[in-house]
């Protein structure tokens, strides 16, 4: 008699799973340590693939949700189309998806980094990360595009992504607050932007990513190219065991058992843990429809 199977949450993880559980957190703080390189002297100019505001003081690359939002403030009066954004976001889609999310966003370093601090979790239905692409077309580009179109220039825009963004009160707002206190200015950050960071900070403590998974529209942008991305994450059916792992490793309630590469995952790689969940580079696997297996040969 077989023994029995134990339960999901006491399976240890496969070699593979545990390794990328433990390289995440250090991949996570290099990259933030790009991000926050004093080099807008070199690159200042160049968009990033990252949700990351271009106003803090040690910011290096230019926000790519800020950089449309203010091409999109000057259409009609000037027609431009950012080419250096365009390519960067549609390579980082192309290639990783939303690997971006999971591996190399300074926000969700820090969102992952404020769950941590308590194990009360509070789930979200599937369907508020539909709200990203609201975020995405009207307030990155449709509510610029209306009000430039009425004169009215990107940074006197009262209602914008940048005025609303907690990026900005946590990278910008939040230094600038502390060094005017420090030399005897005040706070410097306004009321409604100091209360979308404490918002942000509690919600983020109890709720997994919640900019992440609600509002952001970089990664509503990335997610979009998860199904075809080079890289991929593939379920090999043949490795599993139904345990259910890999539903309670992901944090963001996505099935991946039933459907990989979906917009809703932020490709933390939690789920490998299980090994039928693997991940691979390349084009993914397009299987032929099964065909009937050909008539037995009769012998004339």
């Known amino acids: 008699m077989d023994p029995p199977a134990k339960p999901c949450s006491q ?19 290099a990259f933030l340590g790009v991000w926050l390189a004093p080099l807008s002297r070199w690159v200042g100019g160049i ?7 271009y106003s803090c003081p040690l910011a290096s690359f230019a926000c790519p949700v800020g950089v449309a939002a203010n091409y999109a403030a000057l259409f009609p009066a000037v027609f431009e189309i950012p080419y250096l954004l365009l390519g960067v ?18 926000l969700g ?15 979200l239905p599937a369907w508020t990360g539909h709200l990203r692409y609201v975020v995405l077309v ?9 009000l430039g179109a009425k004169g009215i220039p990107y940074d006197e825009q009262t209602v914008s992504i940048c005025r609303l963004c907690p990026a900005g009160a946590l990278e910008a707002g939040l230094p600038y607050s502390a060094q005017g206190l420090m030399s005897g200015d005040g706070w410097l950050m306004s009321g ?7 918002g942000f900070i509690a919600a983020a403590i109890v709720v997994d990513r919640p900019w992440c998974r609600i509002f952001c529209p970089l990664g509503g942008w990335l997610a979009l190219f998860n199904r075809w991305s080079l890289f991929h994450l593939r379920f090999k059916a043949s490795a599993c065991s139904e345990c259910n792992l890999c539903r309670t ?21 939690e789920c490998t843990t299980c090994g039928a969940i ?17 008539p037995p040969l009769i012998p004339g």
Request: glycine content about 8%; aromatic content about 8%.
């Open 278 to 294: 693997q991940p691979a580079f390349a084009l993914p696997n397009r299987l032929p429809a099964a065909q009937p297996p050909p």
């Open 47 to 53: 968009p990033s693939c990252v949700f990351h505001c």
């Open 11 to 29: 399976r240890p993880p496969t070699e593979l799973g545990r390794k990328l559980g433990r390289a995440r957190p250090w991949v996570q703080a």
């Open 249 to 269: 490793r992901c944090r963001f309630g996505v099935k991946v058992d039933e459907q990989v590469n979906v917009p809703g995952c932020v490709r933390c790689l």
């Open 89 to 106: 976001l549609l390579f980082a889609g192309i290639t990783v998806g939303s690997l971006v999310c999971g591996w190399a966003c300074p």
């Open 192 to 198: 409604l932007k100091t209360a979308i960071l404490i």
């Open 138 to 146: 009207g307030l990155v580009l449709a509510l610029p595009m209306i």
């Open 109 to 123: 370093f820090f969102q992952d980094c404020l769950g941590r601090l308590t194990s009360r979790r509070l789930t």
